[in-house]
């Protein structure tokens, strides 16, 4: 059984919006720190967005800051992310992954486990 499930990606065009969702099974999610990473083709995988389990304090990459929003519901097992004026450089996989550390990371390797990612395209 896969742990974590990502949903939500999409075809869209520059400046609209789609909301990813990472649904977790298996274990308790609301202990995780959770994580969003993205990689396009012939790059590095990214850091996009992170939450604390307690939802306090979320961090962003530079080049999401004021369009994307990281969220969690932990009465559904599941973390959100929010991509809103979207640009073609947003042209990515997007992953999600869960950390217990005490304290967010923004280095994927240091992340426990890790979805089947979710395609997400931006035309201009």
């Known amino acids: 059984q896969v742990p974590l499930v990502e949903s939500g990606g999409g075809l869209v065009q520059a400046g609209g919006s789609l909301r990813l969702s990472c649904t977790a099974s298996g274990f308790i999610f609301s202990r995780y720190n959770v994580g969003w990473f993205r990689q396009a083709p012939g790059k590095a995988r990214e850091f996009v967005a992170a939450?604390?389990?307690?939802?306090?304090?979320?961090t962003y990459a530079d080049s999401v800051k004021g369009r994307f929003t990281i969220s969690r519901d932990n009465s559904k097992n599941t973390a959100y992310l929010q991509m809103n004026n979207l640009k073609p450089e947003d042209t990515a996989i997007y992953y999600c992954a869960v950390d217990r550390s005490a304290t967010i990371t923004t280095i994927y390797s240091e992340y426990d486990s890790w979805g089947q990612g979710t395609q997400v395209t931006v035309s201009s």
């Open positions: 939450i604390r389990w307690s939802s306090f304090n979320p």
